[in-house]
C-alpha cells in the first residue's frame, strides 16, 4: 500500500474553498459576461454572495443557476498569488432569515465588508445570496478536475488549517534561510528562493521561485493529527542537517 502524502482531494478543496473568496458570477442563459461578486463562503462550503441593488442577482426569482468563482490567493512577501480556483455551480438561494445574522458573522470573519452591517439592518439594502451546490470544478496549481456536491459537501477542510496557516506565516516571515537550509540539505543541491507554499497534516509542500515555481512536496512520515506534533514536525524540518 502507498503511503498517503496528500490530502484527499475532496479535504483539499473544502480547506481551498474555506480560504477563498468570490471574485465573479455568472447566470445561466444570461447575455453578457460573469459580473464581479462580493461575499464569502459558509461553514458547509457553499458560496454566499452580497448582493447590492441593481445587482442582476438582488430580485432573482426561480433560484438561477449560476457558476461561481472562488479564489483562494496566498501573499509570500509582496507577492499575491493564487492558490486555486473553484468554479461552483448550484441554484441560487436567499439565506433564511433566522440564518442570516449567523451567516454574515462567519462570512465577515475571513471577508469582511461594511456592507454586511446594512444587511442585519433588514432594510431594502443589500442582500445575502447562497448558492445550493450542484459541482464544483478545480484547479490548483497542475491539477484539475470536478466534484459533485455529495463528495464536496461530505468532506471537510484539514481540521489544522488554523494552526496550518499560522505555522506557515511564521515560518515565511521569520525562518526562510533555516527553510533553505534544510532543503539544501535534504536535496544535496542549494535551493534558493524557497517559501512554505501549503502545511497540512499529511505534509508540506515548499515553492521555490515566484514566476516559474518548482513545487516540492515533503510528506510526513504518518498523518498528524494535533496542532502540538504538527508543530514539531514543522521544527524538525526546519532543523534538518
Not at 471537510?156 to 505555522?167: F, I, K, N, S, V
Request: net charge negative; charged share 25%.
Amino acid at each position: 500500500m502507498q503511503p498517503v502524502t496528500a490530502p484527499p482531494v475532496p479535504e483539499r478543496v473544502r480547506t481551498l474553498a474555506a480560504t477563498a473568496a468570490p471574485t465573479h458570477v455568472s447566470i445561466s442563459g444570461a447575455d453578457g459576461p460573469a459580473t464581479p461578486a462580493r461575499g464569502g463562503v459558509d461553514g458547509a462550503g457553499r458560496p454566499v454572495l452580497l448582493v447590492l441593488p441593481g445587482d442582476p442577482l438582488y430580485d432573482a426569482r426561480d433560484e438561477p443557476v449560476v457558476t461561481v468563482d472562488l479564489t483562494s490567493m496566498r501573499f509570500l512577501g509582496e507577492h499575491e498569488l493564487s492558490r486555486g480556483l473553484l468554479k461552483v455551480q448550484g441554484w441560487v438561494q436567499a439565506v433564511p432569515a433566522d440564518e442570516v445574522r449567523e451567516t454574515a458573522v462567519e462570512i465577515a470573519e475571513r471577508c469582511p465588508d461594511e456592507a454586511l452591517f446594512e444587511v442585519l439592518e433588514g432594510t431594502r439594502g443589500p442582500r445575502l445570496l447562497r448558492v445550493d451546490v450542484g459541482r464544483v470544478i478545480y484547479l490548483t496549481g497542475p491539477e484539475s478536475g470536478v466534484l459533485d456536491a455529495e463528495e464536496y459537501l461530505g468532506a471537510t477542510p484539514d481540521p489544522l488549517m488554523g494552526e496550518a496557516e499560522r505555522m506557515l506565516h511564521h515560518v515565511n516571515g521569520a525562518h526562510r534561510r533555516q527553510l533553505e537550509a534544510a532543503l539544501s540539505s535534504l536535496l544535496a543541491a542549494p535551493v534558493p528562493g524557497a517559501w512554505l507554499w501549503e502545511l497540512d497534516r499529511f505534509g508540506a509542500t515548499v515553492r521555490c521561485g515566484i514566476d516559474d515555481p518548482t513545487l516540492i512536496r515533503l510528506p510526513w512520515p504518518s498523518p498528524i493529527g494535533d496542532a502540538g506534533s504538527l508543530e514539531h514536525a514543522v521544527r524538525c524540518l526546519l532543523c534538518h542537517h
